[in-house]
């Protein structure tokens, strides 16, 4: 059996569609299983050995500078013309509602069988109603597209793969000297009601360094906050990285996804807003404090790992107090 996964949207996404890829191939251990991602969260599927093949297009908005959009719609019809050649049994719309885009490249791909959330009239062989894909947490919903398969089962854990020389490599050069905990602090966030202003960041990082000799790792989007594409929080890293001076704290670049997977490896615990790099975190199996803002925390916490979820009544992450987060912190590792 050939085997295609199409999961085309978020980071976070991808992460929460890695127990699907685990139970298919427990399930059918001789299939060729394939994902189809974009450039842009396809380095979560790195080292996995669930997946055979990784299929990365590029979005229009994801293309390089100086790159047309014909040329990357050129790119995107050479990977469906080489997944034609696959012959593919099944695809798999790995998504929690209708996505008609990922519908399209189903069709394109000539999978003879579809299984995806929506109705018969969208051309799915093997509908489930979209109401379905809404209820639970994201890894549940994406679970139940496997019950035309005869598989209907709890998902485990999601994995997420750092190589393990980049991550020796950053360990050697990056990891502040100490025997405290290495905590990493993810300061970006997408949407605004996610962001904690950098000043807490930093009167949490010099608490927690001050009452359990905590050592830190600073992550962030890099690039410039006025960047038309990718704004980035440059400005806000270098403003947190003066206000910790003197604590044992490194700042970790990550203009790759596979640098902040990396970088995350060594970590003993993350605090973050909730986005792609938490479930990446969840992914390495690392415990948890995230800051929700205006986001579902049921849907969207950290999944199967040890966390503290905290969610102002406001859902706005700048109204959750210093001293939440602290005692937070403090009571994941006592868990542990």
Known sequence: MKILVIRRDNIGDLVCTTPLLRALREHF??????????????????GNADVDEVFAYRKAKHRDAGESILAAWWQTWKLIRRLREESLDLAIVAATGRQPAALKFARWVRARRVIAYGEPADGIDDPLPPAEGRHGHETEAVMRLLRPLGIDEAPGPVRVFADPVLVEKLKHDLAPAGGGPLVGLHISARKPSQRWPVERFAALAHALHASGAARFLLFWSPGAEEHPQHPGDDGKAEKLATLCRGLPFAACPSKRLEDLIAGLAP????????????HIAAGLGKPIV???GDSGAERWHPWGVPHRLLQAPSRQVADIPIEAVVQAYTALLASR
Not at 267 to 278: E, R, S, T, Y
């Open 29 to 46: 251990p001789r299939a060729w299983i394939g994902a189809l991602a974009n450039t842009y969260n396809a380095p979560v599927l790195s």
């Open 267 to 278: 970590c003993d615990c993350a605090i973050l807003a909730d986005g792609g790099a938490m």
């Open 290 to 292: 995230c800051l929700f």
